[in-house]
T-cell receptor, first 114, second 114 residues
Framework: NAGVMQNPRHLVRRRGQEARLRCSPMKGHSHVYWYRQLPEEGLKFMVYLQKENIIDESGMPKERFSAEFPKEGPSILRIQQVVRGDSAAYFC????????????FGQGTRLTVV | AQSVTQPDIHITVSEGASLELRCNYSYGATPYLFWYVQSPGQGLQLLLKYFSGDTLVQGIKGFEAEFKRSQSSFNLRKPSVHWSDAAEYFCAAGGRGGGNKLTFGTGTQLKVEL
């Protein structure tokens, strides 16, 4: 059973471009979470999704950021018009349920905005 | 507000020595509690978790943690540290019913001296 797969592992974008980060959850997992890790900091929750639904987006910046988890295919975190402050590691986690379950994390996507 | 505090940013121990990493949480009710380890450039690996029941939790790689409700703590321990344990350790908490929307501490960087 493959783990949580994130791609790309490293992404370089110029200021003003769009960044698309993909996350394929573990097989059988229908809950996906996105976290951001800034340098020298812990992980900060961004958004929680189930198939075709956003459950909790309380950690998402109000502008330029969006996330989806379609019925088919990976979850996508999209950052429009990137700025230098968006440079960070973005981690995806998945779990099979909500109670008494643990989340499994991917290797992360390291976004660098130049 | 929910929070997780790891008071020690850096800890250095000698190989073979015992280790204790501190974690305190502030939540409305007893949360789910986790310890993760992160090696440089890598994702997070779950060491152990507490959902309910026995307050002493055994994890992988010889780690254990003790949940103390009276102190709102969930400290991680290992009786004898190995050089390969050098990494960053994160304590995290999640609200019951909130799935794996986790609040992370800022991490403790562990250095092991040979």
């Amino acid at each position: 059973n493959a783990g949580v797969m994130q791609n790309p592992r490293h992404l370089v974008r110029r200021r003003g471009q769009e960044a698309r980060l993909r996350c394929s959850p573990m097989k059988g997992h229908s809950h996906v979470y996105w976290y951001r890790q800034l340098p020298e900091e812990g992980l900060k929750f961004m958004v929680y999704l189930q198939k075709e639904n956003i459950i909790d987006e309380s950690g998402m910046p109000k502008e330029r950021f969006s996330a989806e988890f379609p019925k088919e295919g990976p979850s996508i975190l999209r950052i429009q018009q990137v700025v230098r402050g968006d440079s960070a590691a973005y981690f995806c986690a998945s779990s099979p349920g909500t109670e008494n379950t643990e989340a499994f994390f991917g290797q992360g996507t390291r976004l660098t905005v130049v | 507000a929910q929070s997780v505090t790891q008071p020690d940013i850096h800890i250095t121990v000698s190989e073979g020595a015992s280790l204790e990493l501190r974690c305190n949480y502030s939540y409305g009710a007893t949360p789910y509690l986790f310890w993760y380890v992160q090696s440089p450039g890598q994702g997070l690996q779950l060491l152990l978790k507490y959902f309910s029941g026995d307050t002493l939790v055994q994890g992988i790689k010889g780690f254990e943690a003790e949940f103390k409700r009276s102190q709102s703590s969930f400290n991680l321990r290992k009786p004898s540290v190995h050089w390969s344990d050098a990494a960053e350790y994160f304590c995290a908490a999640g609200g019951r019913g909130g799935g794996n929307k986790l609040t992370f501490g800022t991490g403790t960087q562990l250095k092991v001296e040979l």
